[in-house]
């Protein structure tokens, strides 16, 4: 089913929901800045659907077709109830809370904020905050204002993703084409705007679902080795999986491989028949 969730003041969801087969889990996956359901439903979402469970995607507020006033700040606490809202509004079944990026930082935030969850599945969430991340955010926002998404692409991409698929997305970069300032009312630029005020002091130890953690170790951008081994050790059922070849975007580099990841976990979940809030 695809519908749209309306938010008001103009701000409307876009999501995509397939139920699953008796008491299995459902997979909520939730974007980072940049992407869209299609990340999800390539390969992901029909893997797990065929094992019997849901899934339920959808697009936060300035991406594809959710639209959202040009006026309005597209920050934390927005993406946050929104998911809450969404979350109300489908019911999925023991929701498994699947977040790339900042979408796991949004997630965690919903659950302590009362939204249910069976289970969690970080993708490259956990960092820790300070000048280095605040660094790289500032940065990345501004090179976005010069140049657009395409200018952030071609200056981060090596930095990001591992080599197989920087390889792969070589021929759609750095062309010729001059890069163009967005217009005030681009989404990514200002969810990136947004971004940059996140707060990512948050206490992992509440975190008391099944976890699991997926890493790419080829993130050279986010990726801090001794901040994701503190910060998952707060969490008291947490099994981390380290992908050395895969880099940030691990939904697009290996959704193969993440789909056979989230399949066991799910699995696993469902054996464990527990949910909490």
């Known amino acids: 089913m695809t519908d749209k969730l309306d938010r008001g003041n103009g701000a ?9 087969s008796g008491e299995r889990p459902t997979f909520v996956f939730i974007n980072a800045i940049t992407g869209s359901t ?3 439903q390539g390969v992901i979402g029909p893997a797990l659907r065929a094992e019997g469970f849901g899934t339920l995607a959808y697009n936060m507020r300035g991406q594809e077709d959710s639209p959202a006033l040009v006026e309005e700040p597209l920050e934390e606490a927005v993406h946050v109830e929104d998911l809450g809202a969404l979350l109300d509004h ?4 023991r929701p498994i809370l699947t977040g790339l990026s900042i979408g796991g930082l949004f997630a965690t935030k919903a659950f302590l904020d009362g939204a249910p969850a069976a ?13 280095a991340l605040d660094w790289v955010n500032e940065a990345i926002f501004r090179a976005a204002g010069l140049g657009g998404p395409a200018l952030v692409m071609d200056l981060f991409l090596p930095m990001l993703v591992g080599p197989a698929h920087l390889a792969r997305m070589r021929g ?15 989404g990514v630029v200002r969810l990136l705007s947004g971004g940059r005020t996140a707060n990512w ?5 509440r975190v008391v679902v099944p976890v699991l953690n997926v890493t790419g170790l080829q993130d050279r951008v986010f990726y801090n080795g001794a901040d994701v081994a503190r910060l998952a050790a707060l969490m008291p059922d947490l099994e981390h999986v380290a992908l050395p070849e895969i880099g940030h975007l691990i939904p697009a580099e290996a959704p193969e491989t993440l789909a056979r990841l989230l399949i066991g976990f799910g699995t696993r979940v469902h054996a464990n028949r527990k949910i909490q809030t």
């Open 201 to 205: 002091n948050v206490d992992w130890s």
């Open 12 to 20: 409307k969801l876009h999501y995509e929901y397939d139920a699953p």
């Open 38 to 40: 299609a990340q999800w």
């Open 172 to 186: 759609d970069r750095l062309g010729a084409a001059p890069y163009q300032p967005p217009g005030p009312e681009n």
């Open 119 to 131: 289970g969690f599945v970080y993708l490259n969430t956990l960092r820790s905050p300070g000048l």
């Open 90 to 93: 489908v019911a999925p079944p």
